[in-house]
């Protein structure tokens, strides 16, 4: 497995006398984009599975006070699958392909470590729609769903996560996160059955962020 991960933060840190000094109306821009490539070929099955996927988000926040910055995320995600099973004569291989647009309001409350170390905890609210095109059986990006026919489908969730942040300079910063925790509900409605709900608790203990960010001043 290939897996490639780019991340590219802009954010706020607090106020210290050496790093960084901010102020209420300063404002920053940014985002994350990320892209994962897997291919796996089983000879016992004589089968072939490729899964690639892509995601991008741009921000912009405002800074509040000193500590507090609030903001919002656009995003965007697509997911394609492959199985090819070549010891089938009537279904050798399924394509399945997925889009989801989404928007996420956010809170950060950040504190000082150090003059150049800061902790951060990262909150949002993420609403988003998604369209699956389904050619064989699916498992929805980021849930438990499995669907076997063309779906739409809604997504609403709440999240925390923690976020380190290291200041080499004044105006950027290098950070670094280690799991979150959330709720998130899940409506999805099938071609060939009826809408449903599905409701989940996140906590995501083994997930991993980096990030570089560029900060943006008021005189």
Same mark, same amino acid.
């Given at each position: 497995m290939k897996t490639i991960l780019i991340g590219l933060v802009f954010g706020f840190v607090?106020?210290?006398?050496?790093m960084a000094q901010f102020f209420k109306g300063n404002t920053f821009v940014g985002g994350t984009a990320s892209a994962s490539f897997y291919t796996?070929?089983?000879?016992?099955? =004589?089968?072939?599975?490729?899964?690639?996927? %892509?995601?991008?988000?741009?921000?912009?926040?405002? /800074?509040?006070?000193?500590?507090? =910055?609030?903001?919002?995320?656009l995003g965007y995600a697509y997911d394609y699958n492959n199985f090819q099973y070549y010891l089938d004569?009537?279904?050798p291989h399924g394509k399945n392909h997925s889009n989801f647009y989404s928007i996420a309001p956010f809170f950060r409350y950040y504190l000082p470590i150090s003059s150049s170390v800061f902790f951060a905890l990262h909150t949002e609210l993420s609403a988003g729609v998604g369209k699956a095109a389904v050619g064989n059986n699916y498992t929805?990006?980021?849930?438990?769903? %499995? /669907?076997? =026919?063309?779906?739409? +489908?809604?997504?609403?969730s709440i999240t925390s996560k923690p976020v380190l942040i290291f200041f080499?300079?004044?105006? +950027?910063?290098?950070?670094?996160?280690?799991?979150?925790i959330g709720f998130n509900q899940l409506v999805y409605n099938p071609s060939n059955s009826e809408k449903q709900t599905v409701k989940? %608790?996140?906590f995501n203990a083994g997930s991993l962020f980096f990030g570089l960010s560029y900060y943006l001043k008021n005189k």
């Open positions: 607090g106020a210290t006398p050496l796996n070929v089983n000879k016992a099955n =004589a089968s072939k599975t490729t899964d690639n996927s %892509f995601s991008i988000r741009p921000s912009y926040g405002y /800074v509040v006070n000193p500590r507090i =910055a609030v903001g919002v995320g004569p009537v279904n929805i990006p980021n849930s438990n769903v %499995f /669907v076997s =026919a063309n779906t739409n +489908w809604s997504a609403v080499p300079s004044t105006h +950027w910063g290098i950070e670094a996160g280690v799991g979150s989940n %608790f996140i």
